[in-house]
């Protein structure tokens, strides 16, 4: 057992700031003093954690000085202001906001052994989860894939933009089917019963940020720097759980046996047979795994592997993914 | 002008059946009589049409010999039925199934030129509303890419299944928003705030029939027998509008500017500037066209062509497109 850690989580009342509580709390990760920060607006209110209630305080006046670790879910701007100078006051910091670009990704099943060479204080990002799903379910198969090119698409979840979007897709829910007029909010349209083709705003050349985020991630998670990656995110109107419809393709036949020994032996994976499929209400919300599911060549061409994957965004993708990065820490830590 | 024609519409009680009465109104398609049909269970109701009830009939008894041409949009298994009898009388048939292996995929946007070669009474099919959206928004761009492959996600709106489906949508969300037991009935899970990602049954190589049917269906539309193609079909908590994530493979560099101009130029295309993007609900439900966004190269790699098409399936994708073969037939006939 490691050394109780003091830690601090920035944005502890948000989703995936709630989430991460509740996991330091479910693993019996070694904290001594947990300190809960967020903005104005919710210091004062309290959160439980290990059967006490913890006082939320506002990040700008916390004095990092008093943790060994802090995790960032509030947001890139408050990662971008706060982070460096939690690390100069001696501070691991592990962001979740992707606001750092400094900052090394890293998903313990994909890249983990990169931990050993880090100096403290520490430096890491959980990446978004979009990498963190790809990464977990493709890691295992690297090795035995020549993969050409992977083509991605990306079905958010609205709780991937946090608690607001969220309620604003059951606000809209609810208007449309008592047949009242809908006044989009956080969204600039109606989201509920339809698909938005793009999340956040485009640059010149066409692509989101969080689409180039994600190749970029994935590429390093991978290990792989000149790797072939084609993604299109998409918002449907589902509340949590991200889903992806992926396909490989590969220079050589795919055999598809070894692809699932390969999945049934990964860590954080779980496979499903052809004969069901996994959903994320069904099956990925609030478990610790990247489902992956529908395994199979092209259609007339088996150079190419097609996969499904859904997993929980704000629990795998982000809140366990961080945990489990400190879980790394606290080993060089101690 | 041409002479008006005797027509019956099977599945007239139906979603596509339905559209398409209203379109032979709309577009004044030079109907002498008009004969409603569908099962049992719907003879006796009535349609209305041009100002008049027209009372719908059992397909069973019924003698195509009265009619010059008949829309089939009562499933596979009516069509096999029934198509061949007509046939035989005479009839020209116009099937929505896909039951009929015979029959010519055509989309008039795309291959309208093989009419020139039928026979009278001609068998052609209206193929699904996937193929019909690809084919139109694809056609346009054939001569301008050397297409190595087309890689395609398919976001089927619930009403792809028929009315029952959309009833089924409805009533799951109601019963989660009342936070009543969910009771699964059309679909075999929870579709609402979920993605299902297979529609229909797989076979042993883990594709769903419709998933085969789109590649074949594409090869034949757009002329290209050999072309690679690869489909997943997600079904979407959508209720009208299918949609479509589209990564086309070319050979060569993609100039995005006459890929622009094409599109632009082409018929039953509606391109959306990279500032916006259209959806299913906001745009596409209603109207006779393919929209088009998200026009761009892939992350890093001009010789691919990233598409986001959204279309109302029943409308354009199927009613508005068999009424279209038939103004083509109508033509010979004269
Ligand atoms: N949701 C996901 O699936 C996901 C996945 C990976 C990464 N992330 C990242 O995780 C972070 C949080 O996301 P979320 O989904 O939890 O969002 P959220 O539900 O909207 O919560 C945002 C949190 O940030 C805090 N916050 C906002 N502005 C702040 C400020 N100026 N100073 C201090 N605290 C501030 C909020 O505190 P108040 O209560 O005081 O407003 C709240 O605790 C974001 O950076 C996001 O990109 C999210
Ligand atoms: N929905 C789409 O987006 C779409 C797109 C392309 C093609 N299609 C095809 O179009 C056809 C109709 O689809 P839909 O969405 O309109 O389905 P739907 O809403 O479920 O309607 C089905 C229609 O078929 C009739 N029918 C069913 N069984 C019958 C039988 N044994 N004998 C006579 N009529 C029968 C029904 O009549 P009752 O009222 O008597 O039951 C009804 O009129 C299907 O073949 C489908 O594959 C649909």
Known sequence: MSQ???????GATGSVGETLVQILEELEFPVATLHLLASMESAGSSVMFAGKKVRVREVDSFDFAQ???AFFAAGAAVSRSFAQKAREAGCSVIDLSGGLDDALALVPEANGEVVDSLALPALLASPSSAAVALAVALAPLKGLLDIERVQVMACLAVSSQGREAVNELARQTAELLNARPLEPRFFDRQVAFNLLAQVGATDEQGHAALERRLVSELR????????KISVSCVQVPVFFGDSFSVAVQSRQSVDLQSVN?????????????NDDYPTPVGDAVGQDVVYVGRVRHGVDEDQQLNLWLTTDNVRKGAALNAVQLAQLLIKKMA
Chains 1, 2 share one sequence.
């Open 67 to 69: 943790v060994k670790l």
């Open 220 to 227: 390093v998670l991978l290990g792989l720097p000149e790797l």
């Open 4 to 10: 109780p850690l003091d830690i601090a989580v920035v």
């Open 261 to 273: 020994q390969a999945l049934d032996a990964a860590a954080s994976v779980e496979r499903v047979e």
